[in-house]
């Protein structure tokens, strides 16, 4: 037989079976053209004259990763629908003459052409769609480019590399498979269903016991370090559970619906149930695949949607003020110099400060073991505690500066403090820190003064009001006398920290923390002398400055990449998971045609084949919805948390976010089970015949 034969045979075949073969390219053909993108973006794209495109990149990088890694699983996975449906088919061949050499020739020619297919379609798409997905990324980055389309060989080569790669593993696949497989096996392949898995009671129970444990640690924790440290143990028992309750567990739901005779012995009940119970091992499996990965896409939408949407709102947050400095300095005449330096800067750029605070604080990181707060890793290490969990953060400063900053008229006695818990939880009466003394905790209801560092701060950290200098100066002298013994401890000195705003652009407020940071830097290098030759006194040259219109541009690339990546990681989801949904009807349909034909010709209505249809589909078919809710709503309090302690996201956004992106799901979801079932209804009702 000559090669045009086979390429005749294999075109066939897919044309034949277009049911199956079109959607499965049709889904290859958008991965491609997402990989195509993500990696034009990440690796090829110029980003270069927008400030923040370097850290937007370095995001579309791990997408590039995830989407190699989705596809080769996704890819096989879906794979085994086709070989499943064709297995009749290569017996017959078999049957009548070719070998299973020759059968590996059409199966080889039919990857070949779905290959070059998928592959020259989603690089056409690719290349045509990623000047529209560049200017999306810029639009976030609130930059501009031109229209002119770039093709770069580069993504070109690797997207095409990749997939060819994944290709010739499915082949392999393939060819395993049709050697392993009898001829008499290919035959009977479609009335022999999937045997139930032994001991479904046993995996139900272990299915059951891990999706609550896992609920539990969702539930249970309540630190936000804490939360970040169980969330991918969490995600484990999740899928794990999920596919055990979905293969044993479904099982066991279908033989406690068939005890139930008012149930069980109805037309519409009772042949859907026997096919399903007949089958569901493989069913399961795929359920359980719908349910994860429309969990996977609901918590990744959800969190990037969340976090974009509070960009500005974090952004305030992070920066008190349009420019802050923390100078290290015992009193404030220390500092003047400095002050100086900014006035003059402002003088000549024609600005004049605004809004100023300025007050002395002390920041200090240390171990928390319950109301004891331990300076050094060893004094807790003692008590057999000590871990990344226990770490905090402490900013402290004296009530004379809350006062002054908050308007308030606060009083505090010598054992008394303020505290107020960030990103943390303090449920103790006193707080004692080793060494230094103990005082009784009154918490606050809100920051008492601005940090910005404390929103990127993945510890935790309290806010704490002494009653005076003294103590602060205190703690310092301790803190920095085990910074002597012990080179694991960092020294920590008492700064003024001086912020105020500016009334004009972003690009002139980055000029004027250009220029001071550059005339700072100079007077710092002077041996200590400031500009008006005060000698300082205290060990320089710490300080530090931060610009809130600086920030911005690398704020948004943060929460712009995660959004621009969590909707093309959420659009890979869907695409997974409407395939998963639409082979798992149509493969089904073809399998109970024979079963509906028999039951239909002694007797059964199209009415009733109708209501069996129903009932078996939304018996099974809307589980996988209603789990995924179910996992998103446990997972919302660790979701949160972690948010909380990445971007101190606000809970209530969440909420309305999670709660909008599920409902759009469950719509979309609904459409496609409509549409899907009718085609299942078509095919086992005999109105299209194989």
Partial sequence: MKGGFYIRLAKDGIVKNRKLYFPYILTCICMIMMFYII????????????????????????????????????LFYTNSFLIRRR?????????????????????????????????????ILGILFSKLAELAALRILG?????????????????????????????????????????????????????????????AVIGALLLAGAYYLAVAVIDPM??????????????????????????????LLQKNKKYYYKTKHFVSLSSMVYRMKRNGAGLASICILSTMMLVTLSSTVCLYAQTEDGIQKRYPHDITMELRSDDYSETEPYKAVVDEVLAEYGESAENIEDFHIYSMAGFRLRDEFTLSAGGLAETGTGDVESIRSVYMISLEDYNRLSGESAELS????????????????????????????????????????????????????????????????YRNSLAKEDESIAVAYIEESYGFDLNCKDEKQIDIYNTILERIGALTASDGVGADG??????????????????????????????????????VFLFGTILIMYYKQISEGYEDQDRFDILMKVGMTRKEVK?????????????????????????????????????????????????????????????????????YYTIVSGKEKR
């Fill in 611 to 679: 209501q069996s249809i129903n009932s078996q589909v939304l018996t099974v078919f809307f589980l996988p919805l209603v789990m995924a809710g179910i996992h998103l709503a446990f997972a919302f309090p660790l979701i949160s948390k972690i948010l909380l302690l990445i971007w101190a996201a606000e809970e209530s956004l969440l909420i309305i976010v999670t709660a909008c992106c599920y409902l759009v799901f469950a719509l979309f979801y609904v459409i496609v089970y409509v549409i899907t079932s009718k085609g």
């Fill in 226 to 255: 804490s939360a970040l440290l169980m969330f991918l143990v969490a995600v484990v028992m999740v899928i794990i559970a999920t596919y055990l309750l979905f293969i044993s567990g479904s099982v066991a739901l279908c033989k």
């Fill in 87 to 123: 297995q009749k088919e290569f017996g017959l061949y078999n049957i009548l003459g070719m070998g299973k050499r020759n059968l590996v020739k059409i199966l080889v020619w039919e990857n070949i052409l779905t290959a070059v297919i998928s592959i020259a379609a989603g690089l």
């Fill in 414 to 477: 010598d054992g008394e403090l303020l505290l107020y818990p960030f990103k943390a939880v303090y449920d103790y009466d006193t707080l004692s820190i080793t060494g230094c003394g103990s005082w009784d905790v009154k918490i606050l209801d809100k920051q008492p003064f601005p940090v910005g560092t404390a929103q990127v701060n993945v510890m935790g950290a309290y806010f704490i009001v002494v009653k005076d200098m003294s103590v602060i100066r205190q703690i310092e002298e």
């Fill in 143 to 203: 930059g501009a480019t031109g229209f002119a389309i770039h093709v770069e060989l580069k993504p070109v080569i690797a997207t095409a590399g990749l997939f060819l790669v994944l290709y010739f593993l499915i082949m392999l696949r393939m060819i395993f498979y049709i050697f392993r497989l009898r001829p008499v096996e290919m035959l009977k392949s479609e009335n022999v269903g999937e045997k139930p898995p032994k001991a479904n009671w046993i995996l």
């Fill in 534 to 571: 005060v000698q300082m006194t205290v060990d320089y040259p710490h300080y530090y400055i931060d610009s809130k219109a600086g920030g911005r541009a690398d704020t948004i690339a943060i929460n712009g990449g995660l959004f621009f990546l969590g909707v093309m990681l959420g659009a």
């Fill in 39 to 74: 990696y034009y973006l990440g690796f090829s794209a110029d980003f270069t004259s927008v400030r923040g495109g370097d850290m937007l990149q370095s995001f579309l990088m791990i997408g590039v990763f995830i989407i190699a890694i989705f596809a080769l699983i996704f």
